[in-house]
């Protein structure tokens, strides 16, 4: 097949997926440039975005990309070095910049996937990967002692970027970006046959710009994330306690609702077969799942009062309440099995 067999089809393929990972960068730039200025909108898109099965078929199509975009860079390089010794790229370039990095573009293409290793390590593993694998905020990476959900990227951002650690990694990776990207831009119109005279100059232009534009923002966004953390803007902020809030208080709701169904379905239950209501109580409350709830119950509202120490949530006041009166139940059914 010309995709695979020929040099020059392996080059389309590794420009067609190289275009797409240029689009998915600046995509991702534009998103992260939300939490610069509105902070909770971009929690919103972090839950929009997270492991909903069009997010999930993105990621594996993201995935493809870049382990098609690697392999195909390996095989080209190989391919080339047995052609051509160490003159690996036919095009002579002229563009400062282009030439050293058409030289080097397997090395900073690795430089960029150390970074990325890294990074999902630091965000996709404890977002989206972390709301596939459980949903119980115990299994959640913790924030300043409390669980993060993993729909809230900004408790992630003071995770990652309170270690001073983070920002010399990412703009060390966002420095290889640039040279890998900008040559990449420009090399790959240069496959898609843009490279007549008058062309050529202002894709140049435009890929060096694009390429510029992108890494200044990931440099600023590290910036400005590495300050707001190291403040702990991300966990002491009104409007995003708010919102933190307002997700333990659907947990503490869910709970409650869950829990009470139960019993009702249960004693219902119990009831049509004519048991007492010593009996219902014994038998309900000296299961497991009664102490299961406590343990919820008594969870979310040491999460709430941890990350949102400034508010008072209703929900999970009535919650703890509930919690509270369930323990004095379990107390009064075990003494009735004594009393058996
Ligand atoms: C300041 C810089 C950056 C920040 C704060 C940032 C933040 C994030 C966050 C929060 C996620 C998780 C989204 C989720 O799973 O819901 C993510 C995922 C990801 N990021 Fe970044 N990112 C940055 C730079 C980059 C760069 C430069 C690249 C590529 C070269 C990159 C590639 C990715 C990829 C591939 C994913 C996984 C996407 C998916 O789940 O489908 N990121 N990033």
């Not at 290793?117 to 972390?130: G, R």
């Not at 933190?244 to 503490?252: P, R, V």
């Amino acid at each position: 097949m010309w995709l695979t067999c020929s040099s020059i089809g392996r080059k389309f393929v590794m420009a067609l997926t190289g275009t797409c990972l240029v689009l998915f960068v600046t995509f991702h730039v534009a998103m992260n440039a939300v939490a610069l200025f509105w902070p909770t909108a971009y929690n919103s898109i972090c839950g929009f975005l997270g492991a909903n099965w069009y997010a999930l078929v993105a990621s594996m199509g993201l995935a493809l990309l870049f382990i098609i975009h690697i392999i195909y860079a390996l095989w080209l390089t190989v391919q080339n070095r047995r052609a051509r010794g160490n003159d690996r790229y036919c095009v002579t370039a002229h563009t400062p910049g282009v030439e050293w990095s058409s030289k080097n573009m397997l090395v900073l293409g690795i430089v960029v996937v150390a970074f990325l290793v890294v990074h999902l390590i630091q965000f996709w593993a404890k977002m989206q990967l972390a709301e596939i694998v459980s949903d119980s905020p115990a299994d959640w990476s913790s924030v300043n002692g409390a669980p993060a959900a993993p729909e809230f990227g900004t408790l992630y951002l003071q995770l990652a970027f309170q270690n001073i650690w983070t920002p010399i990694v990412y703009i060390i990776g966002f420095i290889a970006l640039w040279f890998h990207m900008n040559h990449g831009v420009w090399s790959m119109f240069q496959t898609y046959g843009w490279n007549n005279n008058t062309w050529m100059p202002r894709l140049k232009c435009i890929g060096l710009w694009w390429t510029s534009i992108v890494v200044a923002l990931f440099i600023a966004q590290a910036v400005v994330f590495t300050v707001m953390a190291q403040k702990n803007y991300y966990t002491t902020n009104v409007e995003l306690q708010q919102q933190y809030g307002e997700f333990w208080g659907e947990q503490a709701t869910e709970l409650n609702e869950e829990f009470t169904a139960e019993f009702a379905h249960f004693v219902k239950q119990e009831q049509a077969k004519g048991a007492d209501q010593n009996a219902i109580m014994r038998e309900f409350f000296t299961s497991p799942k009664c102490e299961q709830f406590v343990a919820k119950a008594n969870a979310i509202a040491e999460a709430a009062a941890k990350q949102c120490p400034d508010l008072t949530l209703q929900s999970v006041e009535m919650l703890s309440g509930a919690a509270h009166d369930v323990e004095q139940s379990i107390e009064y059914a075990k003494s009735l099995n004594q009393n058996n």
